[in-house]
Antibody, heavy 121, light 111 residues
């Protein structure tokens, strides 16, 4: 059973870099044709797609975040990471680690439980 | 890129059918069959209910169905149950930026 677990600081200072890790269990990132990614939900707002990555390294990013986002995979550790630079209060959100086992654009069928990140000095 | 447009709320009585609309453009919903729908309870992870416009993942009740006409996609919930009370989000691939966009979400209330 594929499971995703996010981890990282719950509080980040403005202008700092937000760094999150997602540990994948029950499946090997490097042995599948799945796409892995991140989605966030600011408090009281809707869902926002951040980006996706294939295990080989091909990436797709939300154009509104592209200049600040890096998504990468660590196949040896079976982990996915997210880095978002120069954060502001607008980046405060619940961040979900996700994967799609259907097709990159078909829909996201596996979600982590989410981790809340606040932005404050 | 603009978000897809969903009604803020939809309500219905138990047993009734309701439909949630999701309007986009020819660059997203109208141009591709990559529309998906998610059910989201507060504090929980969203759940995929429909993918590729009208396909249900294994385990999703057949009371949920999806469709598309032009630039508008729809999610229909038939035989409404109290457990269906949640937020629902539509999503689509957009070819204009090779990315994914979401709707603003619709709160479903069972009266």
């Amino acid at each position: 059973q594929l499971q995703l677990q996010e981890s990282g600081p719950g509080l980040v200072k403005p202008s700092d870099t937000l760094s999150l890790t997602c540990t994948v269990s029950g499946y090997s990132i490097s042995s599948s044709s799945y796409y892995w990614g991140w989605i966030r939900q600011p408090p009281g707002k809707g869902l926002e797609w951040i980006g996706s990555i294939y295990y080989s390294g091909s990436t797709y990013y939300n154009p509104s975040l592209k200049s600040r986002v890096t998504i990468s995979v660590d196949t040896s550790g079976n982990q996915l990471s997210l880095k978002l630079s120069s954060v502001t209060a607008a980046d405060a959100a619940v961040y979900y680690c996700v994967t799609t086992t259907i097709h990159l654009w078909s829909g996201i069928d596996y979600w982590g439980q989410g981790t809340l990140v606040s932005v404050s000095a | 890129q603009s978000a897809l447009t969903q009604p803020a709320s939809v309500s219905g009585s138990p047993g009734q059918s309701i439909t949630i609309s999701c309007t986009g453009t020819s660059s997203d919903i109208g141009g591709y069959n990559y529309v998906s729908w998610y059910q989201h309870y507060t504090g929980k992870a969203p759940k995929l209910m429909i993918y590729d416009v009208n396909y249900r993942p294994s385990g999703v009740s057949n009371r949920f169905s999806g469709s598309k006409s032009g630039n508008t996609a729809s999610l229909t919930i038939s035989g409404l149950q109290t457990e269906d009370e949640a937020d629902y989000y539509c999503s689509s691939y957009t070819g204009s930026s090779t990315s994914v966009i979401f709707g603003g979400g619709t709160k479903v209330t069972v009266l």
